[in-house]
């Protein structure tokens, strides 16, 4: 056991120092954009290295740490900035430093919580690609960046082993997971599946299967009271551009919208992060399916209910950013569907699985060189 933690623990460190040494690279190649609001602000705080890693999103949830909620901010979900808030109180109010400190930990432990939760979805022989995939997958460089990838990702996994083990401590982390982002509130799904397994703590399954919607709902809660409207974490989503709609728009309407700018757009930087966005949507749409195909034939799902949870769970987290009719973001929550790493993981042809981990790892150095460059990629 100590030995896998060790060797996950180094796979982690020379990731990371690949990724961010070729990018540190990269950066004199691909000239700097960096057009995005209040991006002077990062200038207040040190080391001017980490600065690049709050870009986008990352400035907001410092100003929300800082601050509090401004108008459209509430877009973002609280536990995440609020944990900043904390920490940087010890860090004479280095928001940055905080922020990047609070996701690199979670990343760390999300990882080693991501493989033992493997142990109890795939043979041995599939997890090492299981998380080879994982982390090579093009979008894995925000779990270093100043996002809530991996504090999510903590809450995610420590849910799933808890809700495994029958826990009482699985309610604090279903809630955590559920005040970090919208789709933790998708956690319901093996939460009430594994708790028609575990009939015996009856009350245990009640709050377990409360605890997502609990979550969101105290939100909701403190937006009526604060802006009178508990929906408006998605009313503000406009603000933020990216042809968001507050109507609900349908997978094919998404599709058709994006078959129009691929065959309309002049080719530019824009048109290359839309092919990336549709491309990585549909290789984990259809690994999902598969999954999905896979439970389902001989009745699997009947005596698998935890990989039959985290497939729902999977499922809507991918598709619940597409119905504001883009695929815009939607490679970062793409790290999210579980069910897709673990069709992928299972691909008999070693080849296949080493030339997706080489693909996928040319495509995170592109995009995360792009994203420090201050191009919006995700």
């Given amino acids: ?27 004199h190649i691909i000239p700097y954009e960096g057009n995005f609001p209040y991006g002077e602000i990062l200038n207040e705080y040190a080391p001017s290295f980490l600065r690049p890693l709050a870009n986008f999103d990352g400035l907001h949830y410092i100003l929300i740490a800082r601050m509090g909620y401004s108008q459209y901010e509430q877009a973002f979900f609280p536990l995440f900035p609020s944990l900043i808030h904390i920490v940087a109180s010890l860090l004479q109010r280095n928001y940055l430093l905080a922020g990047i400190l609070i996701a690199n930990i979670s990343f760390i432990l999300g ?34 960046t100043l996002y809530t990838e991996s504090v999510f990702l903590l809450f995610v996994t420590l849910a799933l082993l808890l809700l495994i083990k029958q826990h009482y401590a699985v309610v604090a982390a279903l809630l955590g997971a559920s005040l970090t982002r919208l789709t ?35 939100y909701m809660a403190y937006l009526w009271y604060t802006t009178g409207d508990p929906l408006y974490f998605f009313t503000a989503q406009p603000a933020f551009g990216a042809n968001r709609s507050t109507n609900l728009i349908l997978l094919p309407q998404v599709y058709y919208r994006y078959l129009r700018i691929l065959t309309t757009a002049d080719l530019s930087v824009a048109y290359g992060v839309a092919v990336i966005e549709v491309t990585l949507f549909t290789i984990m ?3 999902v399916c598969l999954e999905g195909w896979y439970l389902f034939q001989k009745n699997r ?17 991918l598709i619940l950013p597409t119905l504001t009719g883009t695929f815009s973001s939607v490679p970062r929550y793409c790290l999210f569907s579980i069910s897709s790493f673990l069709y992928l993981a299972r691909i008999q042809s070693v080849g296949v699985k080493i030339v997706l981990c080489v693909i996928f790892a040319f495509a995170q150095l592109l995009l995360a060189t792009m994203f420090i460059q201050g191009y919006f990629v995700s």
């Fill in 111 to 144: 990882v080693l919580l991501l493989y033992a939760t493997s142990k109890h979805l795939l043979e041995k022989g599939n997890r090492f690609w299981f998380i080879s995939l994982y982390l090579s997958f093009p979008t894995a460089f925000f779990f270093n």
């Fill in 184 to 218: 933790g509130v998708f956690l319901f799904f093996p939460a009430v599946l594994i708790a028609t397994q575990h009939k015996q703590k009856r009350w245990l399954s009640i709050i377990s299967v409360s605890a997502p919607l609990i979550g969101l709902l105290l």
């Fill in 301 to 317: 799902y009947q005596k698998l209910p935890l990989q039959t949870g985290i497939l729902l769970f999977s499922l809507a987290t």
């Fill in 285 to 287: 749409f259809v690994a």
């Fill in 1 to 27: 056991m100590k030995r896998e933690h060790t060797l996950l623990l180094v796979g982690i460190a020379i990731k990371t120092a690949i990724v961010w040494g070729a990018v540190a690279l990269l950066t």
